[in-house]
């Protein structure tokens, strides 16, 4: 039901203040919520006020707002994405104790992939991930994995959009990204030398749940001249380990 003059339901307002805040601007005033959400100052001003009141959202000391509490304790019950991150923790420290280097997890969500975690050692190399952060599937190690072992539709949606490269490296044609895709179904893994950052290099492998579905990547970021395949003997281990805590019996 529609409940301003421009059309647009409570629900659909609600929505687009809360997507305002990203893992980057995690404190905004006001204004600059409305703004970006698209909204009068009016309209801005209250749903914020409403928010707070319910703990949705906190306003801090200086009246600027952020995420609430209350919001992330709903958002975790009964979470699938939180119980996949607890079957994957032990796992995922293993392979970051013995690589060294960023090791992440990561889930199909609205045609991206979506980071539920990520762990790094003071030494890492650089990255651009961020946990709750999102990266085009086309785009990186973890995102090649999900979308070589997700359903056709989603693979022909993504090929037929255009495929915005992040760096010269960026797979960004359509035919070449179906080989590469052919590519990862074949051998079990993803490799994306230079796709997010050129000094970079991600390897990832899939995750299956108790369905033998792919739920998840977990992949790790190297140095670009580091060896793959150690880090792929450690990705290995760790998926097994998380699809035996999954109920995987395949």
């Known amino acids: 039901m529609a409940n301003s003059t421009s059309g647009d339901s409570v629900t659909d307002r609600l929505v687009r203040v809360l997507e305002t805040f990203t893992p980057t601007r995690t404190v905004q005033t006001a204004a600059e919520i409305g703004r970006r959400a698209g ?9 914020v006020g409403e928010l707070v009141e319910t703990g949705l959202l906190e306003r801090d000391d200086d009246r600027r707002i952020r995420i609430g509490m209350r919001l992330w304790e709903l958002a975790t019950r009964s979470s699938q994405a939180l119980r996949l991150r607890q079957a994957s923790m032990p796992a995922m420290e293993r392979v970051q104790s013995r690589v060294r280097e960023h090791t992440q997890l990561a889930i199909l969500e609205q045609d991206e992939a979506l980071f539920l975690e990520r762990l790094s050692a003071p030494d890492s190399g650089a990255n651009v991930t961020r946990i709750a952060a999102r990266l085009p599937l086309h785009a990186s190690s973890s ?14 949606r993504i090929l037929a959009a255009p495929l915005p490269p ?13 080989r590469k895709l052919a590519e990862v179904r074949t051998l079990g893994h993803a490799v994306a030398p230079g796709f997010i950052e050129t000094v970079s290099t991600g390897v990832a492998v899939p995750v299956r749940d108790e369905t033998g579905t792919v739920a998840a990547a977990l992949s790790v970021v190297l140095r670009r001249d580091a060896p793959i395949e150690p880090a792929l003997v450690e990705l290995h281990s760790g998926k097994r380990e998380i699809e035996r805590a999954l109920g995987f019996r395949g």
């Open 39 to 47: 909204l009068p100052g009016s309209s801005a001003h209250r749903i």
């Open 166 to 178: 992040l760096t010269r490296e960026t797979i960004t044609d359509p035919a070449a990204l179906r």
């Open 143 to 156: 995102g090649l994995v999900l979308l070589a072992f997700g359903e056709r539709d989603l693979q022909e």
